[in-house]
């Protein structure tokens, strides 16, 4: 205690904290010593009592303040979610009703900040859901095996204090203090800048706006060819500008790939497909997809490049395709997820199908899956994607995707939004070709056409008049929607459609007055690669339902373990920027949903 006291009378004396010191010598000889096994033991019997108020209580004034993060967020949080089921798991309604009330409270203040990740997202629904023990997402919290799990990861984070104590010397806060003032600097040096670049931005305008009027004014003769290559420097600078702001949180500088470090693929590959551990197998695949989704553009490309050139997959062996069909749910899961992105940028793609079973094994999922499932979801998005390409449309027509496409989309009550519109854009894009056609005949899929032409989703609308205005290059469509009353139907559509909606039904009845099968606007089926497209942003599809209860590293965290130490390090990025999902920073950054792209659209 001696030692303790002394180091506590040095960091107060050096920290000029005199009443601090004052009131620790005033209580000091009061106060009857206790273990750290005390402390623990009170904390337990709290959570096996179910006593929400005496575990808090306790928990908070065990934990020092600077210690308050990363594990010890994510069980406050778990141990919220254990006291707010815990009167349903016991049958007490009435507690249940006051301990939503404190949850709700709770979501709203010191839970805030950590809801908006991934992880603990889903949780802001939980106050609204009736029966929460039978809703698939919350079910397991309301099982004995999950709170004795809960239980031994809070016994094991408090055990942490005393193999490695951490509050015993002032470590822990002198790295706490280095980081907020390399944070305070490095943000300087960015406003400092930031400004100088904007700065000189405006002075470049403003003399280009002065040689302008002075040419204007017969003054002086401007080089306008000269004064054009400027503008259109400054327009790239905006566009990177405009980049840059929204690929990245607050003022923080975009962080160069050389700051993430270069990955040891051989040996993150083992531990890919040795899959000793589920777990971390998901967090390896997730944090894989995070370099990709919280990154940007053109960090994300070179990421990709890597991967490709890696082979992280293991595509040349059809390493994706044994993933998803590897039957833990959540491990076939996270493979598509991170499929699916990868599946969004045309590199990407030219990557994915170097697996010869990757596009067999996602039909073969369609059809397995009989709910609206996450995996289900990012199977259909994927193949979509894929189905930019002529190769892969006819190999999903010969696998009847089409036939699939219609029964499931005959059901679009049942279907998300996401399954709804890249179901609809995959439909449209496999209706392009002429195998495709013959069987939208067999199938009768104007019935499908008509009930979905008129659809809420705007964007179901757009590919389902893609789809239309496809197949209608055949006289066979054409007799048979005059008999089905389409003429009518679109007319009247038009006369009640916005100007996007009715470019699109005009074509479309161009295209059934057209006298001449397959020449009126027809779509050339010579080439074999996908059309040329504007850049995408790569999105995470379905991160909202990311729940990964994982108690290891997860992010760059985890990825540290396989980063290649070189001689010449770059330059580390700054220590406050977030390496794991809990931060609302530069790794937090998650881009909006991109829709499907279709070939057909630069005609409708």
Same mark, same amino acid.
């Given at each position: 205690?001696?030692?303790?006291?002394?180091?506590?009378?040095?960091?107060?004396?050096?920290?000029?904290?005199?009443?601090?010191?004052?009131?620790?010598?005033?209580?000091?000889?009061?106060?009857?010593?206790?273990?750290?096994?005390?402390?623990?033991?009170?904390?337990?019997?709290?959570?096996?009592?179910?006593?929400?108020?005496?575990?808090?209580?306790?928990?908070?004034?065990?934990?020092?303040?600077?210690?308050?993060?990363?594990?010890?967020?994510?069980?406050?949080?778990?141990?919220?979610?254990?006291?707010?089921?815990?009167?349903?798991?016991?049958?007490?309604?009435?507690?249940?009703?006051?301990?939503?009330?404190?949850?709700?409270?709770?979501?709203?203040?010191?839970?805030?900040e950590l809801c908006k990740t991934s992880q603990f997202l889903p949780f802001y629904a939980l106050p609204h859901i009736q029966e929460p023990q039978k809703h698939p997402t919350f079910q397991k919290f309301f099982t004995q095996n999950w709170t004795t799990q809960l239980r031994s990861r809070i016994e094991k984070y408090l055990k942490s204090f005393v193999e490695n104590p951490q509050t015993d010397n002032?470590?822990?806060?002198?790295?706490?203090?280095?980081?907020?003032?390399?944070?305070?600097?490095?943000?300087?040096?960015?406003?400092?800048?930031?400004?100088?670049?904007?700065?000189?931005?405006?002075?470049?305008?403003?003399?280009?706006?002065?040689?302008?009027?002075?040419?204007?004014?017969?003054?002086? &003769?401007?080089? +306008? !060819?000269? *004064?054009?290559?400027?503008?259109?420097?400054?327009?790239? /600078?905006?566009?990177? #500008? =405009? %980049?840059?702001?929204?690929?990245?949180?607050?003022?923080?500088?975009?962080?160069? &790939?050389?700051? +993430? !470090?270069? *990955?040891?693929?051989?040996?993150?590959?083992?531990?890919? /497909?040795?899959?000793? #551990? =589920? %777990?971390?197998?998901?967090?390896?695949?997730?944090?894989?997809?995070?370099?990709?989704?919280?990154?940007?553009?053109?960090?994300?490309?070179?990421?990709?490049?890597?991967?490709?050139?890696?082979?992280?997959?293991?595509?040349?062996?059809?390493?994706?395709?044994?993933l998803l069909r590897e039957r833990p749910p959540k491990l076939t899961e996270f493979a598509s997820k991170l499929a699916n992105v990868i599946a969004s940028d045309g590199n990407g793609r030219s990557y994915l199908l170097q697996d010869p079973h990757l596009i067999p094994t996602l039909v073969r999922i369609l059809h397995q899956e009989k709910s609206d499932s996450i995996l289900r979801q990012n199977a259909?998005?994927?193949?979509?994607?894929?189905?930019?390409?002529?190769?892969?449309?006819?190999?999903?027509?010969?696998?009847?995707?089409?036939?699939?496409?219609?029964?499931?989309?005959?059901?679009?009550?049942?279907?998300?939004?996401?399954?709804?519109?890249?179901?609809?854009?995959?439909?449209?894009?496999?209706?392009?070709?002429?195998?495709?056609?013959?069987?939208?005949?067999?199938?009768?899929?104007?019935?499908?056409?008509?009930?979905?032409?008129?659809?809420?989703?705007?964007?179901?609308?757009?590919?389902?008049?893609?789809?239309?205005?496809?197949?209608?290059?055949?006289?066979?469509?054409?007799?048979?929607?005059?008999?089905?009353?389409?003429?009518?139907?679109?007319?009247?559509?038009?006369?009640?459609?916005?100007?996007?909606?009715?470019?699109?039904?005009?074509?479309?009845?161009?295209?059934?007055?057209?006298?001449?099968?397959?020449?009126?606007?027809?779509?050339?089926?010579?080439?074999?690669?996908?059309?040329?497209?504007?850049?995408?942003?790569?999105?995470?599809?379905?991160?909202?339902?990311?729940?990964?209860?994982?108690?290891?590293?997860?992010?760059?965290?985890?990825?540290?373990?396989?980063?290649?130490?070189?001689?010449?390090?770059?330059?580390?990025?700054?220590?406050?920027?977030?390496?794991?999902?809990?931060?609302?920073?530069?790794?937090?950054?998650?881009?909006?949903?991109?829709?499907?792209?279709?070939?057909?659209?630069?005609?409708?």
């Open positions: 205690m001696e030692d303790s006291g002394a180091e506590v009378h040095f960091y107060c004396i050096l920290h000029n904290l005199r009443k601090t010191l004052k009131c620790f010598y005033e209580e000091l000889p009061s106060k009857q010593n206790a273990t750290h096994e005390t402390w623990h033991k009170a904390v337990l019997q709290a959570f096996d009592k179910g006593n929400r108020k005496e575990f808090f209580s306790v928990w908070e004034e065990y934990i020092p303040e600077m210690l308050k993060k990363d594990e010890y967020e994510k069980l406050e949080f778990y141990a919220q979610i254990y006291f707010t089921v815990l009167p349903l798991i016991l049958g007490n309604k009435e507690a249940w009703n006051s301990e939503i009330k404190t949850f709700k409270e709770f979501l709203n203040t010191k839970g805030a002032s470590k822990e806060l002198k790295n706490e203090l280095a980081k907020s003032r390399h944070r305070e600097e490095y943000l300087r040096n960015a406003l400092i800048e930031s400004n100088s670049k904007w700065t000189s931005f405006s002075m470049n305008l403003l003399d280009i706006s002065s040689q302008l009027l002075q040419h204007i004014d017969g003054e002086a &003769k401007a080089n +306008l !060819g000269v *004064l054009r290559r400027k503008l259109q420097e400054l327009g790239k /600078f905006l566009v990177s #500008s =405009e %980049e840059s702001v929204s690929n990245t949180s607050s003022v923080l500088p975009v962080v160069g &790939k050389e700051q +993430l !470090g270069q *990955l040891n693929f051989a040996k993150l590959k083992q531990d890919l /497909f040795k899959r000793d #551990s =589920e %777990e971390r197998v998901c967090a390896l695949l997730q944090a894989l997809r995070w370099r990709l989704t919280r990154t940007p553009a053109s960090v994300r490309m070179a990421v990709l490049q890597d991967y490709s050139s890696s082979d992280v997959l293991q595509l040349q062996e059809a390493g994706l395709s044994l259909i998005g994927i193949l979509q994607k894929l189905s930019l390409r002529k190769r892969p449309q006819t190999l999903m027509i010969q696998l009847k995707v089409i036939e699939w496409l219609v029964a499931v989309l005959t059901k679009d009550s049942e279907l998300s939004d996401y399954s709804l519109e890249y179901s609809a854009a995959l439909l449209m894009n496999l209706s392009l070709r002429t195998p495709g056609k013959v069987v939208c005949e067999q199938v009768d899929i104007l019935e499908l056409l008509k009930k979905l032409i008129v659809h809420r989703n705007p964007n179901v609308r757009t590919y389902i008049n893609g789809t239309l205005y496809s197949i209608l290059t055949k006289d066979t469509f054409k007799q048979k929607a005059r008999e089905m009353g389409f003429e009518s139907l679109l007319e009247k559509l038009y006369q009640d459609s916005d100007e996007a909606f009715r470019n699109q039904i005009f074509y479309i009845l161009e295209q059934m007055k057209c006298e001449y099968e397959d020449s009126c606007y027809s779509e050339e089926e010579a080439e074999d690669d996908e059309p040329p497209a504007e850049e995408e942003s790569i999105s995470d599809e379905e991160d909202a339902e990311d729940l990964l209860d994982y108690s290891g590293l997860l992010g760059e965290d985890l990825l540290k373990h396989y980063i290649i130490p070189t001689s010449s390090s770059p330059t580390p990025a700054p220590s406050f920027i977030s390496q794991s999902p809990q931060d609302n920073s530069f790794y937090a950054f998650k881009p909006p949903r991109k829709l499907p792209s279709t070939p057909i659209q630069k005609h409708l």
